[in-house]
C-alpha cells in the first residue's frame, strides 16, 4: 500500500532558529516512533529563507523526512526579482515545489496558465509538485465545485507527464484556516470526483491529500475515507505535537 503523506504547510512562519527548535523536537519523535516516519511520508513546506536550516538539521538528525518550496518560478534563473527557484531547491536537496495554493492564487494572482508551466517545469528537474486545488464557499453554495476543480485540474495538468510523479491536495478555500472543516461526506464525495477526473486526465492514482483545518481530532476518521491519501495541514503543522497527532492517524 502507498504511504500516506502528511505534508506541513509553514506558509510565513518559523524564523531558521524557530525550524532548526522544531527539527531537533521532530527527531526527538523519529526516534520514539519510527514506524510514524517509515510508514508514512512525512512532508515538509519551511518558507524559503528557513529551507537551510529545515535541510541541514534533515541530514545531521538523519531524519526520513521529504522538503519543499511552497512556490517557485517556471523557470531556473534570471531576471525575475523576488521570486525563487525550484532548480536551486533541486542543487539542495528538496524533493516537492507546491504549487497554486489558494493564497497563491487569491493574494499573488497565480494563473492556471503559469501553473501549468511550473508544474512541468517542477517536473523536468526530477522534483515532485504538488498541485493546490478547490473550491470558496460561494462556488461550493452555488454548486459549482465539481466545475471549478475539472478547470482548475485540466488547466494546472495540461502540460503535465503521465509519467513523472505528482500529488494533488484538494483543500476547500473555506475549510482553510477557519476552523471549519469539511464534513466526511463531503470530503468522501469530492476526493471521488478528483480521483474520476484524473483519471480522465490520464493521470489516474496519483496521490489526493486533503487539507483545510486538518488537526489531530478529525484527522483520525477523515483518513480512513477511501481516496484520502494524506493530508497538508496549515496551522496545526506550526508545533511538533500537534503535526505529529495527524501524522499518527496514518499508523491507526
Ligand atoms: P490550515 O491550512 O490547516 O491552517 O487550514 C491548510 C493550508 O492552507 O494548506
Redesign the pocket.
Known amino acids: 500500500m502507498a504511504k500516506k503523506i502528511f505534508a506541513a ?1 509553514w ?1 510565513l512562519n518559523k524564523s531558521p532558529n524557530e525550524a532548526r527548535r522544531f527539527m531537533g523536537e521532530l527527531s526527538l519523535e523519529a526516534k520514539g516512533n519510527p514506524q510514524a516516519f517509515s510508514n508514512n511520508q512525512v512532508l515538509i513546506f519551511p518558507s524559503a529563507l528557513a529551507m537551510e536550516a529545515v535541510l541541514s538539521e534533515r541530514s545531521s538528525q538523519r531524519l526520513p523526512i521529504a522538503v519543499g518550496l511552497q512556490n517557485a518560478h517556471q523557470q531556473a534563473s534570471g531576471a525575475f526579482t523576488g521570486e525563487n527557484s525550484a532548480a536551486v531547491l533541486k542543487e539542495m536537496g528538496g524533493e516537492y515545489v507546491l504549487l497554486g ?3 497563491r492564487r487569491s493574494l499573488f494572482a497565480e494563473t492556471d496558465e503559469a501553473l501549468a508551466n511550473k508544474l512541468a517545469f517542477v517536473q523536468s528537474l526530477g522534483l515532485v509538485p504538488m498541485l ?1 486545488i478547490g473550491e470558496s464557499l460561494n462556488q461550493r453554495e452555488a454548486g459549482n465545485t465539481n466545475a471549478v476543480l475539472a478547470e482548475q485540474l485540466k488547466n494546472g495538468l495540461s502540460k503535465a507527464r503521465p509519467d513523472l510523479p505528482l500529488t494533488i ?1 484538494y ?1 476547500p478555500v473555506w ?4 476552523g471549519r472543516v469539511a464534513t466526511e461526506e463531503q470530503v468522501q464525495e469530492t476526493h471521488a470526483f478528483v480521483a474520476n477526473a484524473l483519471k480522465e486526465l490520464g493521470q489516474s492514482g496519483r496521490p489526493i491529500l486533503y ?4 488537526k489531530a481530532d478529525n484527522a483520525k476518521s477523515l483518513i480512513r475515507i477511501q481516496n484520502v491519501d494524506g493530508f ?6 506550526l508545533e511538533v505535537k500537534s503535526f505529529m497527532g495527524i501524522v499518527l492517524s496514518g499508523l491507526e
Open positions: 504547510n506558509k495554493h489558494s493564497e493546490c491536495a483543500e475549510a482553510i484556516g477557519t487539507g483545510g483545518s486538518v497538508l495541514v496549515g496551522g496545526a503543522s
